[in-house]
């Protein structure tokens, strides 16, 4: 079984348009995460949810919007594409945000390429 | 703001090596982790550390937890070419979190 799985794998759109990557885990974790890493393979958190709530979001545009249904899924929204949003995304969870209950398990990644 | 320095940013060794890599921040953190990231694939946890001063291994993997809380350090004994990969330092304390910019490993056999 998959511990924290991403829904596309590979995601090639156009400019302008609107696409949502799902992040779901079966650890029974209460945090989730979602990362970006660019063409140099910097990491870069975006976004974290406890419990279904917002803890931290980073300097993002607000063309992204998670959106947390469930303790147990994180989605990430984009709308109105651009360029510069081709990128790996990551989805993560843990049990906590401190401690050994901050330790991260990441996903397979989603490659998103706009053209 | 904090800054994070990871190095080196590349290393290139034969097989049966030893390998050495570092972090150094300007803060002070309660946890250093350290993630290796195969290609294509999300990162995976190597070592955690939550103590100043802690050293932990893991196989043929040792890591350190700074005195300071400003700094760790990541050694490969005998490397093998399945430790190919981008390794990452992860400092956090409570609800902030970063990554390193990443240590990208060769072993040439």
């Known amino acids: 079984d998959t511990a924290v799985s991403q829904t596309p794998k590979y995601l090639v759109t156009q400019m302008g348009n609107d696409k949502s990557i799902k992040c779901e885990q079966n650890?029974?974790?209460?945090?989730m995460y979602w990362y970006k890493q660019d063409s140099k393979k910097f990491l870069k958190i975006m976004f974290s949810?406890?419990?279904?709530?917002?803890?931290i979001n980073e300097t993002v545009p607000n063309r992204f919007s998670p959106k947390s249904p469930d303790k147990a899924h994180l989605n990430l929204h984009i709308n109105s594409l651009e360029l510069g949003d081709s990128a790996v995304y990551f989805c993560a969870s843990s049990q906590g945000t401190s401690g050994i209950r901050g330790e991260q398990y990441f996903g397979p990644g989603t490659r998103l390429t706009v053209t | 703001g904090q800054q994070l320095n990871q190095s080196p940013q590349s290393m290139f060794i034969q097989e049966g090596e030893d390998v050495s890599m570092n972090c150094t921040s300007s803060s002070i953190f309660n946890t250093w982790l350290w993630y290796k990231q195969d290609p294509g694939e999300g990162p995976v946890l190597l070592i955690a550390l939550y103590k100043a001063g802690e050293l932990t291994s893991n196989g043929r993997l040792t890591a350190q937890f700074g005195i300071t809380r400003k700094d760790s350090f990541l050694n490969i004994s005998a490397s093998i070419p399945s430790d190919v990969g981008i390794y990452f330092c992860?400092?956090?304390?409570?609800?902030?979190?970063?990554f390193g910019t990443g240590t990208s490993l060769t072993v040439i056999p």
């Open positions: 949810y406890n419990n279904k709530e917002l803890i």
């Open positions: 992860a400092p956090n304390t409570g609800n902030q979190f970063y």
């Open positions: 650890l029974g974790h209460d945090t």
